[in-house]
């Protein structure tokens, strides 16, 4: 999140993009960009009615695809701990890729593939990074639909997404290097015991603590006990075989770099569909009940250490995810009011940008803001923060310039560093 609000907030402030990290996201962080004067809160809203708008589309497709145990998947997918912490957070770009993704596939069903291609083309430029792999799947689709006409489909999907993910980048940043120079690294990275060690660890302490270890490997457990059954269904059943193909795409990109539990959210949508096309219903729904149970009590979970906002150590057993991110959030949430409450008179106060643009939603809350102008140099209302009351300054220090810090160290006020 702090990669994203830094580019957006430069790029208002100063006109000049340069993305996130590598591959580039541009048209995530354009919407971000238009929603960050509104507050942090405003990207959780959006972020809901984000993932709102997916489960219509989900239900919609599973419906002309007639994939059975519908209410089931539906009710999984809206309900599961791990769609409600991604759903509600502040990054948008993987509800936006799931909305883009299921929207091509219901498009497809309703044999509108200029719109499918279009509507995935999208995806691609929401998140190049699973968009591209996850491409194949989508082409295969087409394929089993069209034989060579899905090339027209593939087609538009690439050309849609090069247009709002490749040429903003190179347009606008005047490099294509970032296109290739973050590409994501294995986590393994050498064949090492230690390493094979490391790699759990930050698999099951940082990666899969709001899906849970007991429902991942679960779901493990029913994709091969069925992976026979699946492909005889396949053979017959062409969004089957998608759902399942996208599901090891997805699964493979999140093993191969586990790095946080939201990568495997992009495949819950298609995961759920699969493991019910096996008919292996009791499997299935034991899995539904124990996810929906690790938002309760989790076996075993990681705890977020409230002085370093990292996940370390391994719990067993433990409040489930659900608390855990409410109670993380919220201790977010009073640490920012209790720090507008001890900012001392005619001071000003040093912070990174998260923490002022969550203090500017505050102070717009309690009607106590001012789009400040501080000796000459102009800040966007992200960056800067006046209290009247106090008549201290809260400052981002992220963009600050050389001249621009010695201008301020100028002033006559008190400063502090969080």
Not at 67 to 93: F, H, K, N, Q, T
Not at 126 to 141: E, Q
Request: overall charge positive.
């Amino acid at each position: 999140l702090r990669l994203i609000l830094n580019t957006c907030a430069m790029w208002l402030m100063t006109g000049e993009y340069v993305t996130s990290r590598g591959p580039g996201y541009f048209l995530t962080e354009a919407i971000t960009a238009i929603l960050l004067p509104l507050g942090l809160p405003a990207f959780c809203a959006f972020n809901s009615a984000l993932f709102a708008v997916s489960v219509v589309l989900f239900a919609a497709t599973l419906r002309i695809g007639q994939i059975p145990y519908r209410s089931a998947i539906i009710w999984g997918y809206a309900l599961l701990p791990l769609s409600w912490v991604v759903s509600s957070g502040a990054v948008i770009e993987h509800c936006l890729w799931v909305c883009f993704s299921l929207a091509s596939v219901l498009a497809t069903l309703r044999a509108k593939y200029t719109q499918a291609g279009l509507w995935y083309g999208l995806a691609i430029a929401t998140r190049p990074s699973h968009g591209i792999p996850v491409l194949l799947a989508y082409a295969l689709y087409w394929y089993r639909e069209r034989k060579w006409g899905a090339l027209f489909p593939v087609a538009i999907a690439l050309i849609v997404g090069i247009a709002l993910w490749v040429l903003p980048i190179v347009i606008l940043m005047k490099d294509m290097q970032v296109l290739f120079a973050h590409l994501p690294n294995p986590l393994i990275r050498s064949q090492t015991i230690e390493a094979l060690i490391g790699y759990l660890r930050k698999f099951y302490v940082e990666s899969a603590p709001h899906l849970g270890i007991v429902p991942m490997t679960l779901l493990v457990v029913i994709f091969l006990a069925g992976l026979k059954r699946l492909f005889d269904i396949s053979k017959s059943d062409k969004l089957v075989f998608f759902f399942a193909i996208k599901s090891l795409i997805i699964f493979a990109l999140f093993l191969y770099g586990p790095y946080k539990s939201h990568y495997i959210f992009l495949g819950i949508p298609a995961m759920l569909a699969t493991i019910f096309s096996t008919h292996l219903v009791n499997l299935s729904k034991a899995f539904l009940a124990v996810s929906l149970a690790h938002g309760v009590i989790a076996l075993p979970v990681s705890v977020l250490d409230k002085h370093t906002m990292t996940y370390s150590h391994l719990h067993i057993p433990r409040t489930g995810a659900l608390w855990a991110e409410y109670s993380a959030r919220r201790y977010w949430d009073r640490s920012m009011h209790r720090l507008l409450e001890v900012i001392p008179r005619d001071s000003m106060v040093f912070a990174g940008l998260r923490v002022t643009a969550h203090i500017s939603f505050l102070l717009r809350e309690q009607h106590q803001y001012r789009k400040p102008q501080l000796v000459g140099i102009q800040f966007k209302n992200i960056h800067l923060s006046y209290l009247p009351e106090k008549n201290s300054w809260i400052v981002s220090t992220d963009f600050l310039t050389k001249n621009n810090l010695e201008e301020i160290l100028a002033i006559e006020l008190r400063k502090f560093f969080v």
